[in-house]
């Protein structure tokens, strides 16, 4: 089993920073790569980026490309999203997710992550 552990929400004004974090534990070894979705009210959970935890290959989304940068600290068991020039569209709960796959171009798809965190609020204020 794995569990993961969010943190690093909060509420900015758009324009502003965050950087969230994600700690994992347990059988960490079994994890191949992490993902960070997201999930507004009444909208579907959509994937924001994803990280090969055996490599450096990272995917985003389209909407977060340039803004959001994913990273990984290995010995710590811990993935990144730094969020810059956030937007009040931005605004979710934001979940980490590991499997113990690496899907390469499907990253996005929920199905394929066997562990998720309980999520940590972002608001942005326009």
């Known amino acids: 089993q794995v569990q993961l552990v969010e943190s690093g929400g909060g509420s900015v004004q758009a324009g502003g920073s965050l950087r969230l974090s994600c700690a994992a534990s347990?059988?960490?070894?079994?994890?191949?790569?992490m993902g960070w979705f997201r999930q507004a009210p009444g909208k579907e959970r959509e994937g924001v980026a994803a990280i090969y935890t055996g490599g450096t290959a990272t995917f985003y989304a389209d909407s977060v490309k340039g803004r959001f940068t994913i990273s990984q600290d290995n010995a710590e068991n811990t993935v990144y999203l730094q969020m810059n020039s956030l937007k009040p569209e931005d605004t979710a709960m934001y979940y980490c997710?590991?499997?113990?796959?690496?899907?390469?171009?499907?990253?996005?798809?929920?199905?394929?992550?066997?562990?998720w965190g309980q999520g940590t609020q972002v608001t942005v204020s326009s």
């Open positions: 347990g059988y960490t070894s079994s994890i191949n790569s």
């Open positions: 997710a590991a499997t113990s796959r690496w899907y390469g171009r499907s990253w996005y798809e929920t199905p394929r992550y066997n562990y």
